[in-house]
């Protein structure tokens, strides 16, 4: 996808009536000279968060005292009016080329905030993954006049920031990157979700102590071990519940709890149904499964 140098700017009408995000400006660059420099604290065209993705050479991003090189594959996000400073450092070999975006933050900073807390201020991102072809998607557009209304603008924007969260999300559970002892203790609970699991039992089958694995669970996973198997079991409930004609009481005991009103309170917590009013349909639409983040 090829694009063309240059900077697009946004200045849509707002409607009182409709809470939309506000794409402010698009664009790509390709930087050879060291005057090109910007001071967080110093724009006035705040508040706005800019993402800027380095496709070739390297530039610098400053932040909270720390120093990076911005290479290719490499983003970083900013909050303007913030203290940090980004600049094309003088002596470089190769051109600095980048495509950047800029929006308000008005409805998207909750994603933003949370992507950073995750990803970090300069995460590495690969080229094709969704995220980055988005944003190469917007300037192109932008720069073909196909962002021609507020509405469009603000659907790029919460389709670009949720495809970040997303992609974070996703990275978090990959199971191929997870350390090996916690892999193997979401084996072990898929295998074992129908008996009574302490997380003394679990900490102790990968050789962590309670703490440690709890803790480390949580942050490959994003669950805790407890949620993980709430999951599991629920999801087995589910094919039951569809699958046979098990009494509720029947399934809770097959599937591990002590009693049916746990397995009810446990099921409608993560599902918010109880297993009579999924297994019948109700009032509601008749699910043949549930899915979750």
């Known amino acids: 996808m090829d694009i063309s140098r240059g900077t697009y700017g946004f200045r849509f009408t707002e409607d009182e009536e409709l809470q939309l995000c506000v794409l402010y400006a698009a664009g790509y660059d390709c930087i050879t000279d060291s005057s090109y420099a910007w001071d967080g604290l110093e724009r006035t065209d705040g508040p706005l968060l800019l993402f800027q993705y380095t496709i070739a050479g390297e530039g610098v991003y400053e932040s909270n005292n ?3 090189r911005v290479t290719a594959g490499q983003a970083f996000l900013a909050e303007i009016p913030g203290p940090h400073r980004y600049y094309y450092p003088a002596g470089a070999e190769e051109p600095w080329e980048f495509l950047f975006l800029l929006f308000r933050p008005r409805l998207i900073l909750p994603h933003w905030r949370r ?9 590495k991102l690969p080229s094709d993954c969704a995220a980055v072809r988005l944003a190469r998607m917007i300037v192109v ?3 073909a006049g196909r962002i021609s209304d507020p509405l469009i603008a603000s659907s790029c924007v919460y389709q670009f920031v949720t495809e970040l969260a997303r992609m974070q999300s996703s990275i978090l559970r990959n199971r191929e990157a997870w350390p090996t002892n916690i892999q193997l203790a979401a084996t072990y609970i898929e295998l074992n979700y129908s008996q009574m699991i302490s997380m003394d039992q679990l900490s102790e089958q990968v050789g962590l102590s309670k703490y440690h694995f709890i803790r480390s669970f949580s942050a490959s996973t994003g669950l805790t071990p407890g949620a993980y198997l709430t999951r599991i079991r629920t999801e087995n409930a589910m094919e039951l519940l569809r699958g046979t004609r098990l ?8 599937i591990g709890y002590s009693s049916g009103s746990y397995f009810i309170k446990a099921f409608r917590s993560l599902t918010g149904l109880t297993p009579g009013e999924f297994r019948s349909g109700g009032e509601s639409l008749i699910y043949r499964k549930l899915f979750f983040n």
């Open 66 to 68: 720390r120093i990076h």
């Open 115 to 123: 992507f950073l807390r995750e990803a970090g201020e300069v995460p």
């Open 141 to 143: 557009d932008a720069e």
């Open 247 to 254: 009494s509720v009481e029947q399934i809770a005991e097959q």
